[in-house]
């Protein structure tokens, strides 16, 4: 069963996408569903993209949920390593 939950928001940075090239990330789509690629039943799906480049201008990831809340539990434990004045 899906839920169609689907959380979009906006985002400032850049990702490698395809052949290799760097562009600026606008807008983040994370959702779980059944993935395209990943060999799981069900998916943490993010994708990190910029509409005003086209459809080439993506990343997206499909992970676990056992791998997502590792990945949220890393990015938690590196920014509390961080001062907050770099954080700006």
Not at 29 to 47: C, G, L, Q, R, W
Not at 53 to 58: D, I, Q, V
Request: aromatic fraction near 6%.
């Amino acid at each position: 069963m899906c839920t169609y939950t689907t959380v979009k928001d906006v985002v400032d940075g850049s990702a490698k996408g395809p052949n290799g090239s760097w562009f600026h990330v606008t807008d983040v789509t994370v959702y779980f569903d059944h993935p395209v690629h990943a060999m799981a039943e069900h998916t943490m799906n993010i994708d990190f993209a910029n509409p005003a480049k086209g459809p080439s201008a993506r990343v997206a990831l499909e992970l676990t949920a056992e791998s997502a809340r590792t990945l949220i539990a890393a990015l938690q434990d590196a920014l509390a390593a961080v001062p907050v004045e770099m954080q700006v």
